[in-house]
């Protein structure tokens, strides 16, 4: 098993330009999890999928995040325009049935807003 | 809603050293309890996990017991190593198979030799 494959590992952008991240999840797993983790906040849940249908996304901080899951093996999480306050780790996760069987993560994309 | 609140690090030990790091939850009913771990430079990992009331969790020398009267799932280690150093996250998931889980702010722990 690959687990959960996250690309690019590293980014660095400007200010203004369109960041996309992506994530394929564990083949078989129907919920997904896009986090973001940076020091001052921790660990922050932004959106997650169920089945490729977006859940909840209460956690997305606003209009220039936007997140699609369009088949059960692939999502992105896309940062339009970008900003440097949006620099941080961003975890894809995913998980069968559900989280009480755990959260299985990827290995993070960092992101640099300069 | 839902919340949990670990024990504010960072700790420090020598290794063969006891651990414990505490952890705090508030939730309706029965909800699983968990302890992930962070290595520098990557994503979360499982290390534990316990679904009901008095279940103990255990892997790779760490437990924690489920602790319903003390809403509590503190993470203990014998003898630590220096190959614990990491970040652990003590997390839940509301009863009913909720989705989402609710993480702890995280605790890093430093093993020295």
């Known amino acids: 098993d690959a687990g959960v494959i996250q690309s690019p590992r590293h980014e660095v952008t400007e200010m203004g330009q369109e960041v996309t991240l992506r994530c394929k999840p564990i083949?078989?797993?129907?919920?997904l999890f896009w986090y973001r983790q940076t020091m001052m906040r921790g660990l922050e849940l932004l959106i997650y999928?169920?089945?490729?249908?977006?859940?909840?996304d209460s956690g997305m901080p606003e209009d220039r995040f936007s997140a699609k899951m369009p088949n059960a093996s692939f999502s992105t999480l896309k940062i339009q325009p970008s900003e440097p306050r949006d620099s941080a780790v961003y975890f894809c996760?995913?998980?069968?049935?559900?989280?009480?069987?755990?959260?299985?993560f990827g290995q993070g994309t960092r992101l640099t807003v300069v | 809603g839902d919340s949990v609140t670990q024990m504010e690090g960072p700790v420090t030990l020598s290794e063969e050293a006891f651990l414990t790091i505490n952890c705090t939850y508030t939730?309706?009913?029965?909800?699983?309890l968990f302890w992930y771990v962070q290595y520098p430079g990557e994503g979360l990992q499982l290390l534990l996990k316990?679904?009901?009331?008095?279940d103990k969790g255990s892997n790779k020398g760490f437990e924690a017991t489920y602790r319903k009267e003390t809403t509590s799932f503190h993470l203990e280690k014998g003898s630590v190593q220096v190959s614990d150093s990491a970040v652990y996250f003590c997390?839940?998931?509301?009863?009913?198979?909720?989705?989402?889980?609710?993480f702890g702010k995280g605790t890093k722990l430093t093993v020295n030799p």
């Open positions: 996760a995913s998980t069968n049935r559900d989280s009480s069987f755990g959260n299985f």
């Open positions: 083949s078989g797993h129907n919920s």
């Open positions: 999928f169920n089945n490729n249908v977006p859940i909840d």
């Open positions: 939730a309706t009913g029965y909800p699983s």
């Open positions: 316990a679904t009901k009331a008095d």
């Open positions: 997390a839940l998931v509301g009863q009913g198979g909720s989705e989402k889980l609710v």
